[in-house]
């Protein structure tokens, strides 16, 4: 097992890390609108929400040998369902060829108040 962090994606908010390698395996823990210097965007509108919580997944992928590319599957959280729409508008800009599998959620409440989280289980293809 391999713990894996990148400089380019928020530092966990908690106890736990960005992501875990074992067996060729990457398990991404969930990104919310913050940047890599810890600032929060969880104020901005759904779609800015969700590029920067791909943007911080993507960093944290690439830091444990893989890349979207090789995502297979992703778990969506949304604050509202209502979001569905304009979440996947966005989510569809990074996963244009390759479709992992999916699920998306609403939830009561996310950390920070945020709109979307997501995560992401991947291959990884570098050590």
């Known amino acids: 097992m391999k713990i894996v962090h990148s400089d380019q994606a ?9 992501a875990v390698s074992h067996n060729g395996i990457l398990y991404c823990s969930g990104q919310i609108a ?4 810890g600032s929060d965007h969880t104020k901005e509108p759904v779609q800015e929400q969700t590029h920067l919580a791909l943007e911080n997944l993507k960093a944290v992928l690439e830091a444990g040998g893989s890349s979207l590319e090789h995502v297979l599957k992703v778990g969506i959280f949304l604050a509202d369902m209502n979001d569905f729409q ?4 966005i989510y569809a800009q990074y996963f244009v060829h ?3 599998a999916r699920a998306c959620v609403a939830v009561r409440t996310l ?3 945020a709109l979307v989280e997501i995560e992401c289980t991947a291959a990884v293809i570098a050590e």
């Open 10 to 18: 928020p530092a966990a908010i908690g106890p736990y890390s960005q």
């Open 86 to 89: 304009a979440v996947n508008e």
């Open 98 to 100: 390759h479709r992992p």
């Open 34 to 37: 913050l940047g890599s210097d």
């Open 111 to 113: 950390p920070k108040n």
